[in-house]
């Protein structure tokens, strides 16, 4: 059916996209290594394949590289998933999707160090970061700041992120933004 939508009506037609789908298959087994899964791709994963690269763009590199930050979480569906999203970032070659994974990778850390500032405590930090990290970080705030305002809260018995962000939008509103604003 979706071959049909396609436009892939006759058996030329058919035999071109089957090729197409062979084609890719070596490609696809450096896909399911990077996901570290043992299977063999199917008629499905091979159209995943296609998708990313005839419709979105990717080359291997790119999919490889996500691949591997998804390993042995999720399979294909996971990679789909993540590349989809990449793909509405407008992220297509590897250099913007390490810059990306580099920021995701600096402000998780960032804000698991300020929650055990605090003394907070999180199961999944990624809502603290889309709420309170990222927004401060737009304001100027830097990581040194925000620890030196996280240990601020953990002296006064601030112990919710919400809390914290109370103080940093007043510190923001009397302009308290460098290090050495918020030191003193």
Same mark, same amino acid.
């Given at each position: ?15 071109? $996209? ?5 084609? +890719? /298959? ?9 996901? %570290? ?19 979105? %763009? ?11 930050? =998804? ?13 989809? +999203? ?13 810059? *990306? +994974? ?5 402000? /998780? +850390? ?8 605090? %003394?907070?405590?999180? &199961? ?20 040194? %700041?925000?620890? /030196?305002?996280?240990?601020? =809260?953990? *002296? $006064? ?16 509103? &009397?302009?308290?933004?460098? &290090? ?5």
């Amino acid at each position: 059916k979706a071959w049909a939508n396609e436009g892939v009506k006759n058996i030329d037609q058919v035999e071109d $996209k089957l090729r197409e789908l062979e084609a +890719n /298959t070596d490609s696809m087994r450096q896909v399911f290594y990077a996901l %570290g899964l043992k299977s063999s791709p199917d008629f499905d994963d091979k159209q995943f394949y296609i998708k990313w690269t005839s419709s979105w %763009g990717y080359d291997l590199e790119s999919i490889l590289f996500v691949a591997k930050l =998804c390993k042995k979480r999720g399979g294909m569906k996971k990679l789909d998933s993540m590349l989809d +999203n990449f793909y509405k970032l407008g992220l297509y070659n590897i250099q913007d999707l390490e810059e *990306h +994974n580099k920021r995701i990778e600096y402000t /998780t +850390n960032l804000a698991i160090k300020i929650v055990k500032s605090i %003394g907070d405590y999180y &199961n999944n930090i990624e809502p603290v970061v889309e709420q309170y990290i990222v927004p401060w970080l737009e304001k100027g705030y830097d990581a040194k %700041g925000l620890l /030196t305002i996280a240990n601020y =809260c953990f *002296h $006064k018995n601030i112990r919710k992120m919400s809390d914290m962000n109370n103080l940093v939008l007043e510190f923001y509103s &009397n302009g308290i933004i460098s &290090n050495e604003a918020i030191d003193e």
